[in-house]
């Protein structure tokens, strides 16, 4: 099975986030590739907020994603940042870039997980996971939820994962989030 994490990322949290599903794929000796959405502002968010400096490079040297990964893929892993209780406008463009493969259906049965970094709770996270998850509905796919009980001492919303950054993006994914990523990519994927 052939597995493709997208994302989007400026202050570095979703980066983290994506590179801890690729981490733990690659160890249970899946096929998978991690992508990055197109961000030509990516440099002037750096410059305004010093938290994303951290990452710029790794996410810089990390490999764009077109629509048609999504194509040669069978699980499918978005990951963006919140933006006003919504995927961010990078994240997007790319989703409405696959809408090239609706009228066919050429994305129906692929599975799809999500994820999303945000301020804080009432920062909108869910409302991002859901329009990921209503990105792949429209298209086909198959959302695949993260369960009440993944974590005995966390709680996740069964549309995806969040991880809350503060208000300056600068609290970085904890083990909690890394622990809950393995045992779902083991168990789910």
Not at 11 to 23: E, H, I, P, Q, V
Not at 56 to 67: L, Y
Not at 104 to 117: I, M, N, P, R
Not at 136 to 163: C, D, E, R, V
């Amino acid at each position: 099975m052939k597995i493709s994490i997208i994302f989007h990322s400026v202050c570095g949290n979703t980066y983290l986030m994506a590179k801890d599903f690729y981490d733990c794929l690659k160890k249970q000796g899946k096929e998978v590739s991690l992508y990055r959405v197109k961000d030509d502002d990516l440099e002037k968010w750096m410059n305004i907020f010093p938290v994303a400096k951290e990452y710029f490079d790794e996410i810089n040297n990390i490999p764009v994603a077109g629509p048609e990964v999504m194509l040669e893929s069978e699980h499918i892993i978005i990951g963006s940042p919140t933006y006003f209780g919504n995927v961010s406008s990078e994240m997007k463009a790319y989703m409405d870039g696959a809408s090239i493969f609706w009228i066919e259906g050429k994305l129906v049965g692929k599975k799809l997980t999500a994820f999303t970094s945000s301020s804080n709770s009432e920062g909108g996270g869910d409302l991002c996971l859901q329009a990921i998850n209503t990105f792949a509905q429209h298209m086909g796919m198959i959302s695949i939820p993260i369960p009440s009980n993944l974590l005995t001492n966390k709680s996740f919303p069964a549309y995806g994962f969040i991880h809350y950054s503060g208000g300056l993006g600068d609290q970085r994914p904890d083990e909690n989030i890394y622990t809950a990523i393995k045992k779902y990519t083991e168990i789910y994927i």
